[in-house]
Nanobody, 117 residues
Framework: QVHLVESGGGLVQPGGSLRLSCAAS????????KGWYRQAPGKQRELVAA???????NYADSVKGRFTISRDNAKKTMYLQMNSLKPEDTAVYYC???????????WGQGTQVTVSS
């Protein structure tokens, strides 16, 4: 089994910053750290940031210039640095990884990010 542990969420003021972490463990299969999604109450889950096997990054238009995705493949850990946070960033954030052999998706448990005054 692959276990994903997310951390770093919390309550922050508008304009503040948070860094989310996603650590993978427990699998003998090779995995690829893929990206981050978020889901706000009453809304559909959306892709926030993705990173390719070559290290190229892609972002949702709503977070471009504010969020940065990175990873440490040796540590099997992925990060999302979130700066200049806005109330509309409030959501549960989920990390996504894939098993290399068949592209099977695994998801983190979710971490709550709340941006409010």
């Amino acid at each position: 089994q692959v276990h994903l542990v997310e951390s770093g969420g919390g309550l922050v003021q508008p304009g503040g910053s948070l860094r989310l972490s996603c650590a993978a463990s427990g699998s003998s299969f090779s995995i690829t750290l893929k990206g981050w999604y978020r889901q706000a109450p009453g809304k559909q889950r959306e892709l926030v940031a993705a990173i390719t096997s070559g290290g190229s990054t892609n972002y949702a238009d709503s977070v471009k210039g504010r969020f940065t995705i990175s990873r440490d493949n040796a540590k099997k850990t992925m990060y999302l640095q979130m700066n200049s946070l806005k109330p509309e960033d409030t959501a549960v954030y989920y990390c996504n990884i894939q098993r290399v052999i068949d592209r099977y998706d695994y998801w983190g448990q979710g971490t709550q990010v709340t941006v409010s005054s």
